[in-house]
């Protein structure tokens, strides 16, 4: 079975500063992992993932996350935030075959000026 | 290259009634998975569909049923509607069943149960 943990359900940081969003996972067998963002009324846009490759992922918009397997940690980090950034970031794992998806309960990002 | 459309994209319902909820995955994908979100909390994977054959579901009811069509696209529908429906459901589609494949979402359908 596979879990997530999302350290902090609200995050706030000034503009310009490093954002740090914490995830750790459980899983039983080696894992997939994504961070997904979610804007109000909107659905999940995909941040990153990481599949077994480079254990430093980049994605979209600068956001970067390394897997650390010793840690059983996920976390995604961005050297400077943007007003643009603040939303709801979820952390979510797969162990499965047929790509079940299991996501943390969401971390919201506040970024002010 | 066209996205996840979902539709509707808001319903009021009242408890006891059925609703049924389509996607319409994006153009080449073959795998279909519906996810339900409740208000702050994050998505809970329902089910999901791979070439018109259920293959994996989550802890949910039988009232939550669903099919995917030959084009792809898939229903949602839920029987007998209780309060604790109410939720944003997520329609995801994929390339292939594979997790490594990675999901597109819809932008979903808020549904609520009065």
């Known amino acids: 079975a596979q879990s997530v943990t999302q350290l902090g359900s609200h995050v706030s940081v000034s503009e310009g500063a490093l954002v740090l969003l914490r995830c750790n996972y459980s899983?039983?067998?080696?894992?997939?992992l994504f961070w997904y963002v979610q804007y109000p009324n909107q659905g999940l846009q995909l941040l990153l993932k990481?599949?077994?490759?480079?254990?430093l992922v980049k994605g979209i918009n600068g956001f970067e996350a390394e897997f650390k397997k010793s840690e059983t940690s996920f976390h995604l980090t961005k050297p400077s935030a943007h007003m643009s950034d603040a939303a709801e970031y979820f952390c979510?794992?797969?162990?499965?075959?047929?790509?079940?998806?299991?996501f943390g309960q969401g971390t919201i990002l506040t970024v002010h000026p | 290259e066209t996205g996840v459309t979902q539709s509707p994209t808001h319903l009021i319902k009242t408890r006891g009634q059925q609703v049924t909820l389509r996607c319409s995955s994006q153009?080449?994908?073959?795998?279909v998975s519906w996810y339900q979100q409740a208000l702050g909390q994050g998505p809970q994977f329902i089910f999901q569909?791979?070439?018109?054959?259920?293959?994996g579901r989550g802890n949910f009811p039988p009232r939550f049923s669903g099919l995917q069509f030959p084009n792809y696209s898939s229903e949602l529908n839920v029987n007998a509607l209780e309060l604790d429906d109410s939720a944003l459901y997520l329609c995801?589609?994929?390339?292939?069943?594979?997790?490594?494949?990675?999901?597109?979402f819809g932008s979903g359908t808020r549904l609520t149960v009065v």
């Open positions: 995801a589609s994929s390339v292939g069943q594979g997790t490594n494949y990675g999901y597109t």
């Open positions: 569909y791979y070439r018109e054959e259920e293959n």
């Open positions: 153009s080449g994908h073959n795998t």
């Open positions: 990481y599949t077994s490759a480079a254990t």
């Open positions: 899983s039983s067998v080696p894992p997939y």
């Open positions: 979510a794992v797969s162990g499965t075959s047929y790509g079940k998806l299991t």
